[in-house]
């Protein structure tokens, strides 16, 4: 009797040894971090060949980088004309730019081509307005890294946390930009218009607190 009670009470441990180690343990999905933004603006003073010379607008210091590489990768957008405030991503030891975009040519009214009477304006504020009729309503736009940025939250009112969407630039110029946006390429062309995006005030409410941004004519 002793030892039919024993082999069962080992049977009964063999088994909870068993499930025990059969359970999995729960696993954690840690996000990665985000990468820091390396974008620096400045104003553009000497152009050669394989090399920029510009003000860097917030330290007010004069450098000199390399781009032929940034060229040979397609990350040179818009044209390096002498004057206008451009978006460099630097490797200031390497004396290199990973990527080079023309914001002066980048800022103003687009309207998107095969679809009439829609577009978007970027203002050199970071603001952005849509145009014309849109599932979204634009907040602001910016560049991160070499990459263009929309933020916006929906036209329908029904949610006011702001969502963002990274794009890829394909080619930019004084009058026409395109970009990739969730692998659909969107084609732009500049007009002089009217319409104007002004972050104008900061709304609190609870439980939100967002960014009115308000279009204007400026007839």
Known sequence: MMKKVTYLLLASLIVSMVACSGKKKRVEKVEAPEEPDSTIMVQ???????????????AKRTRTLGYA??????????TLA???TLAVVPMFKQK?????VNVSELTGLWMFEGNSGTGMRLNADGAACDVGPSEVTLREWKLR???FILVYVPADGSDYNEKSDTSTIISLD???FSYTLKGNEK???KVKGQINCSISTRIVTEPFMYLLVKASNLD
């Open 82 to 84: 002498v004057g206008d």
């Open 69 to 78: 590489d940034a060229r040979r990768s397609n990350s040179v957008h818009g």
């Open 145 to 147: 890294n070499g990459h």
């Open 174 to 176: 004084k009058d026409h």
């Open 44 to 58: 553009l003073q000497k152009v050669t060949d394989d090399s920029i010379t510009f003000l860097q607008i917030d």
């Open 96 to 100: 290199l730019a990973l990527s080079v």
């Open 187 to 189: 084609r732009c062309s």
